[in-house]
């Protein structure tokens, strides 16, 4: 009787990039599941929940495609999108997104005069929700990413951007 024993080598060093795409991932799952608890519960910060799940796949995202997010693009999904690459599939279904990059800033917080801004139709909350959704699981099986959202655990398999 034989036996073929595999035998896989572990990296001396782990990959950054690989781990970046990884942990951003797990973190858009993250938000991503904060914000459909907060959406059953009708809570108006769902949708600050969701931009933060589609900022960081952005962030994923443009990991692979070798490209820093630098602070003034931070929080603005559409400087962000404006500086990917055409080439990127992914492109067209991020554009919708944009919008939500209201939610993460001005959104939080009273105006000067006290009042406080109006949440969006719950209607465009789930369909961006849907979206994000798709996005996320397009990036978990291009990064080859596994998600266990009780504890960080997540790093890409693969790291080359989507083509």
């Known amino acids: 009787m034989s036996y073929i024993v595999k035998v896989f080598a572990l990296p001396e060093k782990s990959d950054p990039i690989a781990e970046k795409i990884g942990a951003q ?7 991503l ?4 608890t907060l959406l059953e519960a009708r809570s108006r910060n769902a949708v600050n929940q969701l931009f933060y799940a589609v900022e960081a796949l952005l962030i994923a995202t443009m990991t692979a495609e070798g490209l820093h997010i630098n602070r003034h693009q931070h929080h603005q999904l559409g400087a962000i999108l404006d500086t990917m690459p055409d080439e990127n599939p992914w492109k067209p279904e991020f554009r919708p997104l944009e919008v939500l990059t209201g939610y993460a ?4 917080y009273a105006t000067p005069g006290g009042r406080i801004p109006k949440a969006p139709p719950q209607a465009d909350v789930e369909g961006w929700l849907t979206a994000t959704s798709r996005l996320l699981e397009t990036a978990k ?20 951007p989507p083509r």
Not at 33 to 36: I, L, T
Not at 105 to 108: E, H, K, L, P, W
């Open 25 to 31: 991932i797990w973190l858009a799952s993250c938000y």
């Open 33 to 36: 599941h904060d914000a459909k």
């Open 105 to 108: 800033t001005t959104y939080r």
């Open 141 to 160: 099986m291009h990064f080859d990413v596994t998600v266990d959202t009780g504890e960080y655990n997540s790093m890409a398999g693969v790291i080359d």
